[in-house]
T-cell receptor, first 110, second 114 residues
Framework: SQQGEEDPQALSIQEGENATMNCSYK?????LQWYRQNSGRGLVHLIL?????REKHSGRLRVTLDTSKKSSSLLITASRAADTASYFC??????????FGTGTRLLVSP | ETGVTQSPTHLIKTRGQQVTLRCSSQ?????VSWYQQALGQGPQFIFQ???????GRGNFPPRFSGLQFPNYSSELNVNALELDDSALYLC?????????????FGPGTRLLVL
């Protein structure tokens, strides 16, 4: 079963705009990770945020984590057509057995 | 590229048959995890192998089994295939016992059961 859900299920924006995706989960975690998947292929790790962290940045990515609300958000700034993909959050209780959300499909149009 | 490879890339089987999928871990990694991703869904954890022993299993029946070899490569075996086993199967390697929690995924094997 899925750990949580992502919102929205699908997002369509123009190049240059920002994209925000949200993830909710159900149980306590050690860390939360975001992955990208292009066209049903392998997952690419984007960023990991630990349970004692509130915000993390990596290039154009900004991730926040609110453990009291059991939620996280991923912000992609200045989106590009190459960012078109499905994005998944995944939680880890510390044993490297990831529990994935349902994913957000992002479409960035030129 | 993550350094994790999987074979074959695509596979078609019929119901009741058996299948073996293979995964080669990233160099230096001692842990491999397998995930099943049905169409339109997020990946679901099948099981994990650490130093050739099963180290946790998700909600999958015993007909899903695995092996990890001394070189840390791995196999996923599925017996008595069912139509619902049609999915993308992903393996991920990692280095347990360190602060490096990131898992590196292979490109996946797409299995179609007819």
């Amino acid at each position: 079963s899925q750990q949580g859900e992502e919102d929205p299920q699908a997002l369509s924006i123009q190049e240059g705009e920002n994209a925000t995706m949200n993830c909710s989960y159900k149980t306590s975690i050690n860390n939360l990770q975001w992955y990208r998947q292009n066209s049903g292929r392998g997952l690419v790790h984007l960023i990991l945020i630990r349970s004692n962290e509130r915000e993390k940045h990596s290039g154009r990515l900004r991730v926040t984590l609110d453990t009291s609300k059991k939620s996280s958000s991923l912000l992609i700034t200045a989106s590009r057509a190459a960012d078109t993909a499905s994005y998944f959050c995944a939680t880890d209780k510390g044993f490297q057995k990831l529990v994935f959300g349902t994913g957000t499909r992002l479409l960035v149009s030129p | 590229e993550t350094g994790v490879t999987q074979s074959p890339t695509h596979l078609i089987k019929t119901r009741g048959q058996q299948v073996t999928l293979r995964c080669s871990s990233q160099s230096g990694h001692n842990t491999v995890s397998w995930y099943q991703q049905a169409l339109g869904q997020g990946p679901q954890f099948i099981f994990q192998y650490y130093r050739e022993e099963e180290n946790g299993r998700g909600n999958f029946p015993p007909r899903f089994s695995g092996l990890q070899f001394p070189n840390y490569s791995s196999e996923l075996n599925v017996n008595a295939l069912e139509l619902d086993d049609s999915a993308l199967y992903l393996c991920a390697s990692s280095l347990a016992g360190t602060s490096q929690e990131t898992q590196y995924f292979g490109p996946g094997t797409r299995l179609l059961v007819l």
